[in-house]
Nanobody, 126 residues
């Protein structure tokens, strides 16, 4: 079992930065795929970024070059550094972890992840 808790969200102006953190407890993260998703009202949960197992990093086109995902397996933390924020980044952001060693093609789908945080609100004003 893995428990995840996000923090770091807030209200910022366009162009500002935020750093989201996800603290994990329970089982180790080192062999899991971990990621960030976001969801805004009326929309489906959207892939943002993921760290596939202990290797490659993947980003959605909408955030690539602006966001950076990082993990610290020893501390059991997962961070998302968000720079140059835009109003369209406004959403509830969730961290997630898999349970069953998902395949690479599944990392973009929320249904592939078994463990989720409660979400943290990010609001970017223009």
């Amino acid at each position: 079992q893995v428990q995840l808790v996000e923090s770091g969200g807030g209200l910022v102006q366009a162009g500002a930065s935020l750093r989201l953190s996800c603290a994990a407890s329970g089982s180790a993260l080192s062999r899991r795929t971990v990621g960030w998703f976001r969801q805004s009202p009326g929309k489906e949960r959207e892939f943002v970024a993921a760290s596939f197992r202990a290797g490659r990093i993947y980003y959605s086109d909408s955030v690539k070059g602006r966001f950076t995902i990082s993990r610290d397996n020893a501390k059991k933390t997962l961070d998302l550094q968000m720079d140059s924020l835009k109003p369209e980044d406004t959403a509830v952001y969730y961290c997630a972890a898999d349970a069953n060693n998902i395949i690479l093609s599944s990392i973009y789908s929320p249904s592939a992840y078994s463990y989720w945080g409660q979400g943290t609100q990010v609001t970017v004003s223009s």
